[in-house]
């Protein structure tokens, strides 16, 4: 189930990503996959324990006649108060569990700031933000455990008036208990004490499975992205844009595509796309352009599949690599980043991180490639991750990759570098790259340039035609900045002045990561008395030792019904009785 729930995290769709928090889908792996998971043991429970429960009602009945009848109302009398708790257990449990999905997302919020909270000294602000968060997880926590006791309370002093009831009944009608029948029955009484007692757990195991799994299909039923074909149902299969043999030789096909965010009306109505038609040859590069908002993101995210195709068709042909505007890094080492499963080809990694400018980068670094990088890459600069995610596309050889302004985080002579070994290198040659970008000089360097604006695909050409119409073509994007051509790295690049990397030996590679992590303490063997003595404290001694009082006379009243009865035996069976039988029974209910 945490496979599944893996998978569909990297197959959903960013809209639907969204309407969940991180808190949840970590509740969704941790908590909810366990308890859907127990549905299966809890539902043959349900039909076996019953079943148990039957087959002991028939013994007694062998034994005691219909006096059983008296213990078994006092059972279904109980069932009403057991199944109003059972629904109050189940709102608390709802309850808690969105509040546990607000504070694990509070906690990973801070886990990701922390260093921002630590400069600011913050720490006492928004500790109390989680403790609010906690607060209130614990509140309906605390109330589902007061109602947990209260259930097996009664399920557990079930089995007690039922042998009450059932002795009581039975010596009333005027029949005698003998040894034989009392130890008889005592015995039944006792296998109806697991099943008693178990029917509980298992209606809460119920309850939290349906809970936990009416959660997992909200998020397991969202749409997916698609890859590859996508197209309207009222639109023939053979509608490309195209014919069969030119759209072998394209890499992606758009025909008058409109897409949204979602399908909700009011995304339908606002589309972010609108009647895109567009064919991108393979192996070129393709420059789009445009003003802020002009849908340059949104057309990539289009042929990902990560938009509602609400018109038309897009068709891709051959695997896509993607490399979005923030770059996701892995926590890990450097090699692990832009390896990411694959098998290490120290000639082809060697190239790849020339290609990219990161060979100097790495040679600077302690343990050079294996060195850790740490949480989303925190310790690399902004050009250094965008480079990173870079080399991870291409090392992972697609056929088509889009780029989204991956240069606009790095130095002008480090994007020349890359936009002439990378793009135009011979690692690329024979790929399509689809290149989001403000960068002049990829721009001018591109096979094919697409102008948006607004949603809407303004202009396609070759660079030279631009070039010679470029003030016509952007003369309606006024927010479109020549002037803001290349982006500056939030550091200063280790790369210097120099416009020549220098290529790192594929003979020298490290060969093990350099060790910043602490591996974390962990004890084995039996608990400690110490640490029943910090449980017993933070939950305050009072409570500690009304408990253990309360297991000890839960026993003893168990093993005190048994005793008492084998007195109230031997005492009738050898006539020497004293009392009447009024004064056994209330004994009996007392103990």
Known sequence: MMTVIYRKCLMVSIVERAKFSEGEIQTFMSIDADRAVNLCNSFHDMWSLPLQIGIALYL????????????????????PVNKWISELIASATEKMMKQKDERIRRTGELLTNIRTLKMYGWELLFSSWLTDAR????????????LDAWCVFFWATTPTLFSLFTFGLFTLMGNQLDAAMVFTCLALFNNLISPLNSFPWVINGLIDAFISIRRLSRFLCCSEHKVGMQQTPNL?????????????????????????????????????????????????LVAVIGEVGSGKSSLLNSILGEMQLVRGS???HGS???????????SGTIRDNILLGKCLDPNRYSEILKACALDIDISLMVGQDMAYIGEKGANLSGGQRARLALARAIYHDCDIYMLDDVLSAVDAHVAKWILNNAFRGPLMSQKTCVLCTHNLQAIYSADMIVVMERGYVKWVGSSNDFAVSVDSILSSVDKFDKLHIHGQESRPSTLGKQTVPQEIDSMHLSLEPQEVIEVEERKEGTVELIVYKKYAAFSGWFVAVVIFLSAILMQASRNGNDLWLSYWVDTTGSSQTKHPTSFYLVLVSSV
């Not at 607060?135 to 007061?146: D, G």
């Open 60 to 79: 007694l009945y062998t034994q005691v006649k219909l006096a059983f009848m008296s213990g078994l109302a006092i059972t279904i009398l109980l069932i």
């Open 135 to 146: 607060s209130l997880e614990v509140k309906h926590l605390a109330t589902r455990k007061y």
């Open 236 to 284: 023939p299969s053979s509608s490309n844009g195209g014919s069969d043999s030119v759209s072998e030789d394209m890499a992606v096909v758009i025909h008058d595509a409109c897409c949204a965010w979602s399908k909700s009306n009011e995304e339908v109505e606002n589309l972010v796309l609108n009647h895109v038609t567009l064919g991108l040859p393979k192996g070129l």
């Open 314 to 316: 897009i068709k891709s």
């Open 320 to 330: 896509i690599a993607y490399v979005p505007q923030v770059p996701w890094i892995l």
